[in-house]
């Protein structure tokens, strides 16, 4: 279960075929191989080895690509961390993982340098920044590859549970942890997506999403796998999203809700451009019931929707369950098993609403140097979600919310998720986010953040009062709505509730 097997396999075997595109640069397996083959070298000459942590903060970009497959064969650790994070949380993460290298991009020279007396661990001769001209004090990636050799690196033996990855968390629900990611995980995520979104070697993939986000791996790995052409844009926008996939003939494509909305609402887009898609999936967070139909009256028969936790747990709806099953996510995936539980941690019946809990071959051995916190989250083997659903009788997924997003009004448990599928259906909305405030009648009450469509136009109070004429209960009945320009993301693009929440409850004591 040796990832780093994978590449040099294509390499010989399909070395003419397109591996990567990025920008203008179209690669085969033979190039991609050289340029990967060039950077494991290098870092081999650094004194890199197997089981080193190597941090990346990069943007989307070919040498990120480069790092993921150039570890897999020397057994290094991929640590991505976003490079949006500022100077304390950058310090704090790459201490947590004992990183002594780091690849990141020449903006990054002004930040790591102000916390380089943090970092005692990281080497001099291992900070290694992308473009040129060369910045005094640190490695230059471009000159570092370029005299390192293309030749295959000294074998490295790797077993299954090898480490691959630390990936953090996004911090949706708390301080990032490291989860361990190995190997044979990868592998899983090779073999299972590949078969579960119908990929072949002659499909064709686009990911314009980060690749730091660990839902990325989820058609990355395939790719390779098979030995597909795998695109990847710099940013999502929607006008290149739908250029790429007519020009390319773009066959699978991962997105997470909110730039499935922004395509939707984009006047480029055009079912005709996108018709060669054949896979259209969404990941990260729940994607409201108006947009799925609205997805797929415009491409039918192309949506899935996976709901899953990087710790190791997955459900998805395959496009032949969408008609019958619209508002599920889906069964297990093939090996896991799922329970719904009660707060004793009882078993539930179908339609009984309680923790989803689960386990199978992609379960995570622990978070990163805390098995407190492991301990907490798997219990007998089964890991807990934290999320609220249940289950129909044939086994299908229907989420509630996340026990943490979920509003206690006057005792009674009241979903965000209930309330924001309504606010959708308003025609001014584009997203919406609802969470709890403090009450002193109540405890909590809820209260709505919401993006308006380009060019839509509508008070606050208007659209509080027409939500609350909707709503089911009384409980549900909006505080208020506050009206943004957008919402607070992580950098797989998902809406942060807490940030969001945190001037409502600061200096109290509250559920952030």
């Avoid at 999403?209 to 052409?229: D, E, H, K, Q, R």
């Avoid at 290149?240 to 494509?253: D, G, I, N, P, S």
Wanted: charged share 25%; with cysteine.
């Amino acid at each position: 279960m040796n990832i780093g097997t994978l590449l040099p396999t294509h390499a010989r075997n399909r070395a003419e075929h397109i591996a990567v595109v990025f920008e203008d640069r179209r690669l085969s397996f033979r190039a991609f191989n050289a340029c990967v083959n060039r950077l494991a070298n290098a870092l081999l000459g650094l004194g890199v080895k197997k089981g080193d942590k190597v941090a990346t903060i990069l943007p989307n970009c070919l040498p990120l690509l480069e790092t993921y497959w150039a570890a897999a064969k020397m057994g290094a650790v991929v640590v991505p961390l976003s490079p949006l994070l500022r100077e304390k949380a950058l310090a704090t993460l790459i201490r947590d993982s004992d990183t002594e290298t780091i690849i990141a991009s020449a903006e990054c020279a002004e930040q790591l340098a102000s916390i380089k007396k943090e970092l005692p661990a990281v080497r001099d001769d291992r900070t290694i920044l992308i473009g040129k001209p060369h910045v005094k004090g640190f490695q230059n990636y471009e000159e570092l590859t370029e005299r390192a050799s293309e030749a295959e690196p000294p074998e490295t033996k790797i077993a299954d549970d090898d480490l691959y990855n630390i990936i953090y968390s996004s911090g949706t629900t708390g301080s990032p942890k490291g989860i361990v990611l190995t190997h044979y995980i990868r592998a899983v995520y090779c073999m299972l997506f590949a078969s579960t979104f119908r990929i072949s070697p002659e499909s064709v993939v686009l990911h314009s999403g980060s690749i730091v986000f660990n839902g990325s791996f989820l058609t990355l790995m395939p790719a390779m796998y098979l030995g597909a052409t795998y695109i990847l844009h710099k940013a999502f926008d929607a006008r290149a999203f739908v250029e790429t996939v007519e020009r390319e003939r773009v066959t699978h494509v991962m997105m997470v809700p909110s730039q499935i909305v922004a395509l939707l609402n984009s006047p480029y887009f055009s079912a005709d451009a996108l018709h060669s898609l054949e896979m259209i999936g969404t990941v990260g967070a729940p994607l409201h019931a108006q947009h799925k139909e609205k997805l797929n009256r415009s491409l039918p028969g192309r949506f899935y929707e996976l709901y899953g936790l990087t710790e190791g747990f997955m459900t998805v709806l395959d496009k032949t369950h969408y008609a019958a099953k619209p508002n599920s996510v889906g069964p297990p995936q093939p090996f896991f098993e799922m329970r719904i539980v009660d707060e004793q941690g009882q078993d539930l019946p179908p339609g009984g609403i309680g923790e989803i809990v689960g386990r199978g071959p992609a379960l995570m051995p622990g978070y990163y140097k805390r098995p407190d916190l492991t301990a907490q989250a798997v219990i007998n083997g089964w890991l807990h979600t934290g999320d609220l659903g249940y289950v129909d009788e044939d086994g299908f997924l229907y989420l509630v919310d996340r026990k943490k997003d979920m509003i206690i009004s006057g005792g009674i448990n009241v979903f965000p998720k209930d309330i924001e599928e309504i606010i959708v259906q308003h025609p001014a909305v584009r997203e919406a986010a609802v969470f709890g405030i403090p009450s002193e009648k109540w405890g909590e009450t809820p209260l709505a953040a919401v993006i308006l469509r380009e060019s839509a136009s509508i008070a606050a109070e208007d659209l509080c009062q027409w939500i609350n004429e909707r709503v089911d209960a009384k409980n549900q009945r909006l505080h208020a709505v506050t009206i943004l320009e957008d919402f607070p993301r992580s950098t797989a693009g998902k809406t942060l509730k807490r940030v969001l929440r945190e001037p409502y409850w600061a200096g109290r004591e509250e559920k952030i």
